[in-house]
């Protein structure tokens, strides 16, 4: 199947701070991509749904100005955490989707895991 | 809205089937998947249905799909130890089901 990576895989950061979260699609093109939040031992929550060369969706509730969202590339998306703070600590996945023979396929990357001091 | 529910926890012994149940409202739904996540790690896609198909057999994993009722299961037979994760399921709704919505997730739990 396609390959998803995440960048990085754990940052740890003091309050206030930017964090740049990279997600990328390793050996396929991705015109859209999707930004998850998960909390703890709870299911996952889109935030935001990412379109090449375009402005990002975000889902109600999800601050844009906080979690700024690039999609510069086919093969790359990324998300910046701004002025974070210790509610922003939380586990982020990405996803690329993949659409063939009228089937969508959503690959994931292997998250990445935010905490904020 | 859409909705898809799951219990959250499972419990069975090693060399078990576990069957883990998801319901879903969204009637127009496409696609429906079973993705697992380990600890600490993204999610896999283990398997997925069309939603004009009532069964799915992929070597210890048997998906059953009742359109009427809205309701999705996962059997895995032979339970191991390391099928203990979170069970995630998802349907792909939208026009062109191009759109996820996932259940909460059930933790299973594999005894020896």
């Known amino acids: 199947g396609a390959v998803v990576s995440q960048h990085p895989s754990r940052v740890i950061c003091k309050s206030g701070t930017s964090v740049k979260i990279e997600c990328r699609s390793l050996?396929?093109?991705?015109?859209?991509m999707f930004w998850y939040r998960q909390f703890p031992k709870q299911s996952l929550m889109l935030m935001a749904t990412?379109?090449?060369?375009?402005?990002?969706?975000?889902e109600q509730g999800v601050e844009k100005d906080k979690f700024l969202i690039n999609h510069a590339s086919l093969t790359l998306s990324t998300l910046t955490v701004t002025s974070a703070h210790p509610e922003d600590s939380s586990f982020y996945i990405c996803?690329?989707?993949?659409?063939?023979?009228?089937?969508?396929?959503?690959?994931f990357g292997p998250g990445t895991r935010l905490t904020v001091l | 809205g859409e909705d898809v529910e799951q219990s959250l926890f499972l419990s069975v012994r090693e060399g078990d089937s576990s069957v883990i149940n998801c319901t879903y409202t969204?009637?127009?739904?496409?696609?429906l998947y079973w993705y697992k996540q380990e600890p600490g790690a993204g999610l896999q896609l283990l398997t997925y249905?069309?939603?004009?198909?009532d069964m799915k057999q992929d070597q210890r994993l048997t998906v059953l799909l009742n359109k009427k009722d809205k309701h999705l299961s996962l059997r895995i037979a032979d339970t191991q130890t390391g099928d203990s994760a979170i069970y995630f399921c998802?349907?792909?709704?939208?026009?062109?089901?191009?759109?996820?919505?996932f259940g909460p997730g059930t933790r299973l739990s594999v005894l020896p």
């Open positions: 050996d396929f093109q991705a015109t859209t």
């Open positions: 249905i069309f939603s004009n198909m």
């Open positions: 996803s690329a989707r993949v659409t063939a023979g009228g089937r969508h396929e959503q690959f």
């Open positions: 969204d009637s127009s739904s496409t696609y």
């Open positions: 998802a349907e792909s709704i939208g026009n062109y089901g191009q759109n996820f919505v």
């Open positions: 990412s379109n090449e060369g375009s402005k990002a969706t975000y």
